[in-house]
């Protein structure tokens, strides 16, 4: 008797017991037993039964391959059939864990940090002043930082602006007063520019002082330029920045690179907590005073025809008393609870 009917009957019943095996399956992992088991190239009994054709008559032969190839591609539809019964299967049993009546997960929303918005709200109230915005170098010489604003290397005022040196005779600027400095070296007077940027010095690192901070100055130098002008500017932004009712104090103090010189104040009129207006105490802003002539000279004016007068605050304390931020080193600490505070564009 052919061997023939055996083969092909042995394929038969090994179809069968595959199909069972694939319903049986109710993992993905077990699917995947029953495919190697089945259709593997190495060890499949598919496999080892056509590894039995050479025993056969050639005329027999491709009867048997026949039946095997359709075989496998019945047992394969199946296997993929139910694989994807499966995933379907696990994809609604993770849906039946989720609760779809929950608030949908609000989108990040950026926004200007704090320090930014006071910077550029300062920038356009001295722009309606006729303020024209300037940048220069953080990365300074002690000439630009210190000689060419009147203070000597060994001035104890020197001392007090002492800050990070670099490598090749460079240092990081302790204020922004060397972008006067070279504004003057290349423009003729009149000026009056506005320079905001970081500045950087050797302090502690607590609720009013921090070693990196942002510093904002402006400089004036034109022919006939006063005391009293100072004074005009410097009420008119208190006045636009903290509203009509801000009173403005100057008190006696010393810079080197200005004669004389002063402390700002200001008082705000603000809302209590129980809603009535109020004024605030009196509260330093910046440091100010007439150019001291020989810094002009020093960047190439002449001192005896030209005046002026420069100013400096930091818009970090500026937020504070704007928003109300109890301590400088939150601008630093990179918490996006505090931060959302100022996602409005």
Known sequence: MSQTPTLVEELQRLEKDALQEVERSDTPESLEEVRISFLGRKDGRISGILRRLGSLDPEERPRVGQTANQVKARLQSALDRRREQLEQGSGEAQGAQWDLTLPARRSWVGGRHPVTRVVDELVAIFGTLGFTR?????????????????????????????????????????????????????????????????????????????????????????????????????????????????????????????????????????????????????????????????????????????TGFAFGMGPGRIGLLKYGIPDLRLYLDNDVRFLQQFTQP
Not at 198 to 217: C, I, K, N, W
Not at 229 to 253: C, I, M, N
């Open 134 to 306: 300037a940048r220069g170098p953080e990365a300074e010489t002690e000439w630009y930082n210190f000689e060419a604003l009147n203070t000597p290397l060994d001035h104890p005022a020197a001392d007090e602006q002492d800050t990070l040196y670099l490598k090749g005779g460079h240092l990081l600027r302790s204020h922004t007063s060397p972008v006067q400095v070279r504004v003057m070296e290349n423009h003729q007077p009149p000026i009056r520019v506005l320079a905001p940027g970081m500045v950087y010095r050797r302090d502690s690192y607590d609720a009013t002082h921090t070693p990196g901070f942002a510093q904002l100055e402006g400089l004036v130098v034109d022919e006939g330029i006063t005391f009293v002008d100072l004074k005009a500017t410097l009420a008119e932004f208190a006045r636009l920045y903290w509203g009509p009712g801000t009173r403005v104090r100057f008190r006696p103090s010393f810079f080197p690179f200005t004669e004389p010189s002063a402390e700002v104040d200001v008082k705000r009129v603000v809302r209590d907590s129980e809603g009535e207006l109020r004024e605030s105490d009196w509260l330093e802003i910046m440091g100010a005073g007439m150019v001291d002539p020989a810094v002009l000279d020093a960047a190439g004016i002449d001192s005896e025809r030209y």
